[in-house]
């Protein structure tokens, strides 16, 4: 699978982003690390899901929890599953965007455990 120029910009750009956000220490700021709440991420699930460099694309009567964005730009962590081999969950920390029911791409996605 190719990225296109737009998927790889945006890829380049949330890596960007997180390098310039890992550099920031607000005030309030413990150094104990929090947990995030897995509960306000939202998990997608597809007919099939592709890893490619650190992005996933699922394709196929996506679908998406009540108050998941369903068309547009996904902010901050999701999830995305592939509904044949639920156990490949792909947790991805740079948003993306979706077209519910066709597809859904996620940025900053190691792979699936």
Do not use: I, W
Request: glycine share 8%; aromatic share 4%.
């Amino acid at each position: 699978m190719r990225l296109s120029s737009r998927t790889f910009a945006l890829v380049v750009t949330a890596a960007a982003t997180a390098a310039a956000l890992a550099t920031v220490s607000p005030a309030h700021a413990s150094d104990d690390p929090v947990p995030a709440d897995e509960s306000s991420a939202p998990t997608y699930v597809c007919d099939t899901v592709l890893h490619h460099y650190g992005s996933v694309l699922g394709r196929g009567h996506c679908d998406g929890p009540d108050g998941a964005v369903k068309e547009g730009e996904v902010v901050g962590e999701a999830s995305l599953s592939d509904r044949q081999n639920p156990v490949h969950k792909y947790v991805c920390l740079f948003g993306g965007r979706t077209n519910l029911p066709d597809d859904v791409t996620l940025n900053g996605c190691p792979e699936a455990d």
